[in-house]
Nanobody, 122 residues
Framework: QVQLAESGGGLVQAGGSLTLSCAAS????????MGWFRQAPGKGREFVASITFSGGNTYYADSVKGRFTISRDNAKNTGQLQMNSLKPEDTAVYYC???????????????WGQGTQVTVSS
């Protein structure tokens, strides 16, 4: 089982930027597609972005398209989510996840980090 750890969350003003990182343990990171999800208080976990195992294809939720960029470095076993033009509605706990299927569905991902809090003030 791959272990994942997110970092980079924090408090930022609306319009600001943050970069989240996801560090993976183990040598199988490159074999999995990676996704970022978020969960706001009182809401379900929702898809944010995903990237194929090779990094060749990326997918985004409509709500973040054009503002967020997902990337990965398989040589370093890391993934990133660059978030620009942040809005208060982006406030949530952000999770990175790995799975065998490139998908926006939570259940298609089998390894999850503990999450990192992102708070955007208005």
């Amino acid at each position: 089982q791959v272990q994942l750890a997110e970092s980079g969350g924090g408090l930022v003003q609306a319009g600001g930027s943050l970069t989240l990182s996801c560090a993976a343990s183990g040598r199988t990171f490159a074999n999995y597609h990676m996704g970022w999800f978020r969960q706001a208080p009182g809401k379900g976990r929702e898809f944010v972005a995903s990237i194929t195992f090779s990094g060749g294809n990326t997918y985004y939720a409509d709500s973040v398209k054009g503002r967020f960029t997902i990337s990965r470095d398989n040589a370093k076993n890391t993934g990133q989510l660059q978030m620009n033009s942040l809005k208060p509605e982006d406030t949530a706990v952000y999770y990175c996840a790995l799975g065998g299927t490139i998908s926006p569905r939570v259940n298609d991902y089998t390894s999850w980090g503990q999450g990192t809090q992102v708070t955007v003030s208005s």
